[in-house]
């Protein structure tokens, strides 16, 4: 059972905005920074999103970060194939321990 | 650029120690604000934090796995190491290592390695 809470799964047509949570807690993302990875298929995870909301060079401005409290969320705008991948929130938390979510599987309907 | 690469056995018995090193390339590791961190992700599932080193030693484990985790830095081979002792087959995982920024807040890993599948099986 994953620390930080994500939905399973999430869906969009090309071209939609599709937007992912991830849930934590106050020592977790209520007290620290989140971050994004996207996993494609049979690759090793990628940064996406780091600090909550900042883009490494490289990766579109489609994607977006965003953080509230103890819950933050990844907006991916103007939906493309090829984003159909595996997203990870994580966070460190006050425990000592870098948490992650359960990942979303993003599918490009 | 930097690059990483995980190296070691495929194949450990239960009880046995796993053993992984991650070699950096493109850079040198004790260059810059970085930990170095390892992951693994059983087949299937999500990911799982093992624990991070920075060059002068200093390390963070997970406390789940703390007791059986080593990490260590070899700044004259440009590698950093894992490992994990008593396995057993719940540690058969694609296990990664990865470059890790820290600031004020928390950290970020930016630069990954490919993984390397370590099964454990007699």
């Known amino acids: 059972q994953s620390v930080l809470t994500q939905p399973p799964s999430a869906s969009g047509t090309p071209g939609q905005r599709v937007t992912i949570s991830c849930s934590g807690s106050s020592s977790n993302i209520g007290s620290n920074t989140v971050n994004w990875y996207q996993q494609l298929p049979g690759t090793a995870p990628k940064l996406l999103i780091y600090?909550?909301?900042q883009r490494p060079s490289g990766v579109p401005d489609r994607f977006s970060g965003s953080k509230s409290g103890t819950s933050a969320s990844l907006a991916i705008s103007g939906l493309q194939s090829e984003d159909e991948a595996d997203y990870y929130c994580a966070a460190w938390d006050d425990s000592l321990k870098e948490v992650f979510g359960g990942g979303t599987k993003l599918t490009v309907l | 650029q930097v690059q990483l690469q995980e190296s070691g056995p495929g194949l450990v018995k239960p009880s046995q120690t796993l053993s992984l090193t991650c070699t950096v390339s493109?850079?040198?590791?004790?260059?810059?604000?970085?930990?170095w961190s390892w992951i693994r992700q059983p087949a299937g599932k999500g990911l799982e934090w093992i624990g991070r080193?920075?060059?002068?030693?200093?390390?963070n484990y997970n406390p789940s796995l703390k007791s059986r985790v080593t990490i260590s830095v070899d700044t004259s081979k440009n590698q950093f190491s894992l490992k994990l002792s008593s396995v057993t087959a719940a540690d058969t995982a694609v296990y990664y290592c990865?470059?890790?920024?820290?600031?004020?807040?928390?950290?970020?890993?930016?630069?990954w390695g490919k993984g390397t599948t370590v099964t454990v099986s007699s």
């Open positions: 600090r909550n909301n």
């Open positions: 493109g850079g040198s590791i004790s260059s810059g604000s970085y930990y």
């Open positions: 990865a470059r890790d920024h820290v600031h004020i807040a928390g950290y970020y890993m930016d630069v």
């Open positions: 080193i920075y060059t002068s030693g200093s390390t």
